[in-house]
């Protein structure tokens, strides 16, 4: 594609979007409400495995989804992603036992697993390199916006008309999702029929080396996200409030805000320097978060956690395909994926297994968890001294 190009919001970039938001609405309206519907199947001790199983199966599909896209096509495998959405929402309500429930968040996993694998990588197809930063903000822009919509609407229909509803309407989402999916063009030039081949993963199949830096700072970041998911829906209940999406409301709120122009400013500044402020607000997010014990500061934390958010996530998503090779974006992608999905599933098992509905341990394990975005801070420095040190030999 031309540098030329005065304009990224193709036809195909907007469809894009658009699918992103219906899917990341689709599995983000259940979050809120899962703790509670557990402890009603008579599983409250399990809250951690909520987010740490669809993690695990996420982070374990990303080889897969990633060797997929590099061969069979970036549509089918964002296809695939949306249609285990699709399932497990008709599902959620038939397999109504503890078990039941938590091998579907085991399934539902796969859906993460794919599709933003595939769509990164189809981002990278359709925008020039120097607008990567800002592609992905946006599109990432659209990604938070289904994640603050998805939350409060989800509440909204257990509130009015109950939990199988809202699982019922998160299928039909998905569903949307895989219309406009199936209507775009594929952009992978040399795509392979599907073949078992395909599904044999070896060892350099599964993580990038190239992208490594930005695998450990996605791991890092994303712990605090795992216990927010897991802890923030009892933490807010416990605050006075009857709507546990308001935090992921609020967070998501600002987060867009960010992003409209956080992307724009790794593409002109240098994504290192975006991505140590991010971390920095991030760790500032949690200490405010930690000490807030009314409804107001909880709202306060979570608006300068979207802040931080916003700014991390297009920057680390660019400074992810800047280090990889082109003809291994899918597989790159899959590698930063893999490092969120255990930073998320780690922070939600760890904090989940600390917590055991003991509710004034949350603010003590948000605290700790300042530490984890400390060593980060201190590795991304590290990595940019001997950056430097490299070039100038």
């Not at 309500?93 to 429930?101: A, D, K, Q, R, T």
């Not at 590795?379 to 070039?391: F, G, I, S, T, V």
């Amino acid at each position: 594609m031309s540098h030329n190009q005065k304009s990224i919001y193709t036809l195909q970039f907007i469809l894009l979007c658009m699918s992103s938001l219906l899917f990341s609405s689709s599995f983000n309206m259940m979050i809120p409400e899962l703790p509670n519907y557990l402890s009603s199947l008579g599983g409250a001790e399990y809250k951690g495995l909520i987010i740490s199983l669809f993690t695990l199966t996420a982070a374990i599909s990303r080889p897969f989804s990633g060797k997929l896209t590099d061969k069979w096509g970036r549509v089918p495998v964002m296809a695939v992603g949306s249609s285990v959405c699709v399932i497990c929402g008709f599902l959620y309500p038939v397999l109504g036992s503890v078990s039941g429930f938590l091998l579907l968040r085991l399934v539902h996993g796969f859906s993460t697993g794919f599709k933003p694998t595939a769509t990164s990588a189809y981002v990278a197809d359709i925008i020039p390199q120097h607008r990567w930063g800002e592609a992905l903000g946006m599109h990432g822009l659209c990604f938070s916006i289904g994640g603050a919509l998805g939350p409060a609407l989800g509440s909204m229909i257990v509130n009015l008309y109950g939990i199988n509803v809202m699982f019922y309407c998160s299928s039909f989402l998905a569903f949307l999702s895989i219309v406009i999916v199936m209507n775009m063009k594929e952009t992978l030039a040399a795509k392979e029929k599907l073949s078992r081949s395909m599904f044999v993963i070896g060892r350099k199949d599964i993580i990038d080396k190239n992208v490594f830096p930005a695998g450990i700072i996605t791991f890092l970041s994303y712990t605090a996200f795992g216990l927010i998911l897991t802890l923030i829906p009892d933490w807010s209940e416990h605050l006075g409030t009857n709507n546990k999406g308001l935090f992921f409301t609020a967070f998501t709120v600002t987060s867009v805000l960010v992003r409209f122009g956080a992307g724009k400013v790794s593409d002109r500044h240098g994504r290192t320097s975006v991505i140590l402020a991010g971390l920095i607000i991030t760790a500032f997010a949690l200490f405010v978060i930690s000490l807030g014990r009314d409804i107001e500061m909880l709202l306060i934390g979570a608006g300068i956690y979207g802040v931080g958010t916003g700014i991390l996530s297009p920057a680390v998503s660019a400074w992810t395909i800047d280090l990889s090779n082109p003809e291994h974006r899918g597989k790159a992608v899959a590698t930063m994926y893999i490092s969120m999905e255990l930073g998320i599933g780690l922070g939600a098992l760890l904090g989940g297994s600390y917590y055991k509905d003991q509710i004034m341990r949350i603010p003590q394990i948000i605290q700790i968890d300042i530490v984890v975005l400390v060593l980060g801070i201190a590795y991304l420095l590290y990595w940019r001294k001997r950056k430097k040190a490299e070039n100038n030999l």
